[in-house]
């Protein structure tokens, strides 16, 4: 899995803060890069590794206060030499026109995709309430479906990094159950890109972006 983003809200603690404090450091070159899904199949890329002139584009909400088309064209983004059948892309939206857009991308340009509702362009989990995913599988028509929620309330971390991590590693270990909500999600992406990709076998196995 390739993790790709951009560091633009100062304050906002996003998933390379919490990958870094449980050891997933993000990667500095191409090369780290392809260490990272060879050794663990994980790695977490600045976007200006990736695409310096995209990354400069990006950096302009920071001057100007205003998203733009940019901001999708990240989300839409493979790493050169992967074809769109090798792939598949986590995308999250903020707005329902979003959803709109994506639809009309993918009916022109096929390919493997997860198209959700996110929060600040980042994908979540909904514990609580049923979470929409559409998922978009070559030519066919986008195929709704509803991610089952936690039936009771879950113990969760303080919004800050070090506590999720430490929350999240206590999951892995055993130390702590993980919600519900979060077990039914990975598992339907995990089977989203094992029925997907069967037929290519690619290494990379799923981009997502924020």
């Known amino acids: 899995m390739l993790?790709?983003?951009?560091?633009?809200?100062?304050?906002?603690?996003g998933t390379f803060h919490i990958?870094?404090?449980?050891?997933?450091a993000t990667a500095r070159t191409?090369?780290?890069?392809?260490?990272g899904l060879e050794e663990r199949h994980l790695a977490a890329a600045p976007l200006g590794l990736l695409s310096p002139a995209l990354a400069?584009?990006?950096?302009?909400?920071?001057?100007?206060?205003?998203?733009?088309?940019a901001h999708t064209l990240?989300?839409?983004?493979?790493?050169?030499g992967v074809a769109t059948d090798a792939a598949c892309r986590l995308i999250s939206v903020?707005?329902?026109?979003?959803?709109?857009?994506?639809?009309?991308?993918?009916?022109?340009?096929?390919?493997?995709?997860?198209?959700?509702?996110?929060?600040?362009?980042?994908?979540?989990?909904?514990?609580?309430?049923p979470q929409p995913i559409e998922e978009m599988r070559g030519a066919l028509d986008p195929v709704p479906h509803a991610i089952a929620s936690s039936a009771s309330g879950d113990a969760l971390p303080a919004r800050d990094a070090d506590s999720t991590a430490r929350w999240t590693q206590d999951v892995l270990n055993g130390k702590r159950p993980a919600p519900p909500a979060i077990v039914a999600e990975v598992a339907f992406l995990k089977e989203h890109c094992r029925?997907?990709?069967?037929?290519?076998?690619?290494?990379?196995?799923?981009?997502?972006?924020?």
């Open 30 to 35: 191409i090369g780290e890069v392809e260490r």
């Open 94 to 129: 903020t707005h329902p026109d979003f959803m709109t857009l994506m639809r009309a991308y993918f009916a022109l340009a096929p390919g493997n995709a997860l198209v959700m509702r996110g929060l600040e362009g980042e994908a979540v989990v909904r514990l609580h309430a």
């Open 3 to 13: 993790l790709h983003g951009a560091f633009q809200e100062p304050g906002r603690v």
């Open 19 to 24: 990958l870094e404090r449980l050891g997933v």
């Open 195 to 210: 029925s997907a990709l069967a037929a290519s076998r690619p290494s990379l196995r799923l981009v997502s972006s924020h």
């Open 56 to 69: 400069r584009v990006l950096d302009a909400r920071v001057r100007m206060g205003v998203r733009s088309a």
């Open 74 to 80: 990240a989300k839409l983004m493979l790493p050169g």
